[in-house]
């Protein structure tokens, strides 16, 4: 019951081949408590076509607020004018709650999920060892929760959720980047500062994966283009929750408008 936060998806190269992933992964599972009772089969139907001009609301770096790599944003926005050219009407929306609110929600719920998937290890000093710097600190910090922590947690998540879900009243899509940094040297654990910003924990740099996973939507990241030293980089797509289909209908438009001029 407590795998509530991360969602396995599948790495395909095109939106074909993606469906064919989500068919074998879909459906309920009795095993599984929170399985979705979605029958596998509805991605091998034909894809659902998206609304004809729908609204596709630009969250970009929230205001301002989210740290982005030198040249990210900018490459972005270029990377929109696909939508705009497919008919789509791009509009810029913010979020209905404070991106830190979200950052304070999330780090509680994840130091939850990383304590109960990760104690047995560290309560066993010959298991602890193999545990890398960041996997330890997850723990200690699961370990100073309160209930009163958690509580409050999962009720501003669930406030998110509603706030989330009413930004579809007036918008088919949200779109932002896939990622606040172009891809690193390998060398490199994870980044310590992104747009002039220290990195305060291991993850702030993925802070745009929020929206999406705190409200269990369906998102995904499509390869939009490279930097002009040479880099790739994608925009992230996310859909109402439930709407995976309407988000493949979108993403095989986006990759048929864009490979048409490789």
């Known amino acids: 019951f407590l795998t509530q936060l991360p969602t396995d998806g599948p790495i395909a190269r095109n939106v ?30 034909a894809p659902v076509a998206p609304p004809r001009k729908p609204r596709i609301g630009w969250l970009g770096d929230y205001g301002g607020y989210l740290p982005l790599e030198d040249g990210m944003l ?5 990377a929109l004018k696909p939508f705009e050219a497919m008919g789509h009407q791009v509009v810029e929306v913010s979020l209905p709650m404070a991106p830190q609110a979200l950052w304070q929600t999330w780090l509680v719920l ?12 560290y309560d066993d000093p010959a298991q602890r060892t193999y545990l890398k ?19 409050a947690a999962f009720q501003a998540r669930s406030d998110w959720y509603r706030g989330f879900c009413s930004m579809f009243d ?4 949200l779109v932002l980047p896939s990622t ?7 060398e490199v654990s994870w980044p310590r500062e992104v747009g002039g910003v220290q990195m305060d ?23 939009a283009g490279f930097s002009t030293s040479g880099l790739p980089f994608g925009l992230q ?18 990759e048929q408008a864009t490979t048409a001029d490789r």
């Open 16 to 45: 074909d081949d993606l469906e064919l992933m989500l068919q074998v992964m879909a459906g309920p599972d009795v095993r599984v408590p929170l399985s979705a009772a979605v029958p596998s089969q509805v991605f091998r139907a």
């Open 74 to 78: 900018a490459a972005c926005e270029k």
């Open 110 to 121: 994840r130091h939850m999920h990383a304590f109960s998937s990760l104690k047995n290890f």
């Open 133 to 151: 710097p960041e996997a330890l600190w997850e723990v200690e910090q699961g370990v100073l929760l309160t209930a009163a922590d958690l509580s």
């Open 170 to 173: 007036t918008l088919e899509f």
């Open 180 to 186: 606040q940094v172009f891809p690193f040297s390998a």
């Open 201 to 223: 924990t291991y993850h702030r740099w993925q802070e745009n994966m929020l929206p999406a996973t705190l409200a269990g939507a369906p998102a995904m990241s499509l390869p």
């Open 237 to 254: 797509v996310i859909a109402k929750p439930h709407g995976d289909r309407q988000l493949l209908a979108l993403a095989r438009q986006y």
